[in-house]
């Protein structure tokens, strides 16, 4: 298998990314990958060689927000994580009491 091409993409101005194979037997696999509100959503086709590619069948995915309305942002959406979701932890030091060095383990 050989990466043939890899962009930074948007559907509904959610990013993601797609790529481009070209599998051992000629045939050409495309895929998109996107994380929306930390679902990660992946598309993927493969058509044999010669074949033109899947491009509708890339284009044609939509997000859908819990009413069943679709998602489309003003701006780009990058994923990010809710804040202080990592408990603080991070080499600060700051870690759960009773844990040590920088919440590492280690001694008092």
Known sequence: ???IRLVLDY???VEGHQLQLTNADRSRT???IYLHESRLYIVEA???AGAPQPG???QALSLLD???NRVRYDSIYS???PPGRLGGRGGRGRGRRGD?????GGGP
């Open 46 to 48: 493969t058509v044999p």
């Open 79 to 81: 994923n990010r994580l």
């Open 30 to 32: 495309f895929v998109g």
């Open 56 to 58: 509708l069948f890339q």
């Open 100 to 104: 040590g060095a920088g919440g590492r």
């Open 11 to 13: 559907i509904d101005l």
């Open 1 to 3: 298998m050989r990466l």
């Open 66 to 68: 819990e009413a069943g």
